[in-house]
T-cell receptor
Framework: DQQVKQNSPSLSVQEGRISILNCDYT??????FLWYKKYPAEGPTFLIS?????DKNEDGRFTVFLNKSAKHLSLHIVPSQPGDSAVYFCAASEDDYKLSFGAGTTVTVRA | DAGITQSPRHKVTETGTPVTLRCHQT?????MYWYRQDPGHGLRLIHY???????DKGEVSDGYSVSRSKTEDFLLTLESATSSQTSVYFCAISEALGGPYEQYFGPGTRLTVT
């Protein structure tokens, strides 16, 4: 059973606006969360992460929010740019070395 | 970018034949992983290695075996390929052990089993 869920398979957003990607998890032992970005025909690339001791982490245009009580995290991209069009994977870890991934959300940024 | 290469990048094979995919890293990272990516499933862990000759199963290991005889190389073998193993396979590496937990991925191998 999938422990990390991304319930929105796709998201379309206008250039310059905010993209909000959501991720839910079921395993309360997860203590580290990551977002990856993937372009077609390439491997996923690490984007941003957050530890369970924090509720927000920001890196430039990307901000990840963690709500432990709701077992929910989100990725905000502001402002969205055409190069942000990609598949985004949410991932979580309860130990030092294994990750559980969601199914991914395809983001399309419209000009 | 992390130094990770995968070979071959594309392969078409017939049902019942053995197939070996290779992952090579130049980062001297301890952990190496094999994932498969399928629509609707994201990335699923097949096998991983935590050192030379030290490997363990992931969530979708049936029909796959792995070997790691050197730090830099991690091989994935499909013992007798089936159409359900048509997928994109990614290798990843991580230093892990107390963090950071980030894994760095290779470019992928697209495998088609006919």
């Amino acid at each position: 059973d999938q422990q990390v869920k991304q319930n929105s398979p796709s998201l379309s957003v206008q250039e310059g606006r905010i993209s909000i990607l959501n991720c839910d998890y079921t395993n309360s032992m997860f203590d580290y969360f990551l977002w990856y970005k993937k372009y077609p025909a390439e491997g996923p690339t690490f984007l941003i992460s957050i530890s369970s001791i924090k509720d927000k982490n920001e890196d430039g245009r990307f901000t990840v929010f963690l709500n432990k009580s709701a077992k929910h995290l989100s990725l905000h991209i502001v402002p969205s740019q055409p190069g942000d069009s990609a598949v985004y994977f949410c991932a979580a870890s309860e130990d030092d070395y294994k990750l559980s991934f969601g199914a991914g959300t395809t983001v399309t940024v419209r000009a | 970018d992390a130094g990770i290469t995968q070979s071959p990048r594309h392969k078409v094979t017939e049902t019942g034949t053995p197939v070996t995919l290779r992952c090579h890293q130049t980062e001297n990272h301890r952990y190496m992983y094999w994932y498969r990516q399928d629509p609707g499933h994201g990335l699923r862990l097949i096998h991983y290695s935590y050192g030379v000759k030290d490997t363990d199963k992931g969530e979708v290991s049936d029909g796959y075996s792995v070997s790691r005889s050197k730090t830099e190389d991690f091989l994935l073998t499909l013992e007798s390929a089936t159409s359900s193993q048509t997928s994109v396979y990614f290798c990843a590496i991580s230093e892990a052990l107390g963090g950071p937990y980030e894994q760095y991925f290779g470019p992928g191998t697209r495998l088609t089993v006919t």
